[in-house]
Nanobody, 123 residues
Framework: QVQLVESGGGLVQTGGSLRLSCAVSGRAFRDYAMGWFRQAPGKVRQFVAAITWGGGRTYYADSVKGRFTISRDSAQNTVYLQMNSLKPDDTAVYYC????????????????WGKGTLVTVSS
């Protein structure tokens, strides 16, 4: 069993920045590729970013490329999402995801989910 706990959400103005964290416990962090998804009110959950087991490769949704950066710290068993140049369209609950098969770019392959952290971007 793996537990994922997100933190770092909050209210920010357009153009601002936030860094989300996801603390991983319960199993070997290195066994899982990690990712972030988000779900806006009334919409389906969608892929945001993913990173391989060792952190050598990253993947991003087109809507966040150049603004968001995913990273992982094996010493801290934590994955991060640095979000810059935030827009109102980025408002959503952000979920951390763990996938032992590969970078989680689709919901169907995710093994574990966090409970989410709310990001609100005001205009």
């Amino acid at each position: 069993q793996v537990q994922l706990v997100e933190s770092g959400g909050g209210l920010v103005q357009t153009g601002g920045s936030l860094r989300l964290s996801c603390a991983v416990s319960g199993r070997a962090f290195r066994d899982y590729a990690m990712g972030w998804f988000r779900q806006a009110p009334g919409k389906v959950r969608q892929f945001v970013a993913a990173i391989t087991w060792g952190g050598g490769r990253t993947y991003y949704a087109d809507s966040v490329k150049g603004r968001f950066t995913i990273s992982r710290d094996s010493a801290q068993n934590t994955v991060y999402l640095q979000m810059n140049s935030l827009k109102p369209d980025d408002t959503a609950v952000y979920y951390c995801a763990a996938d032992h098969q590969g970078p989680p770019v689709a919901m169907t392959t995710v093994d574990y989910w966090g409970k989410g952290t709310l990001v609100t971007v005001s205009s």
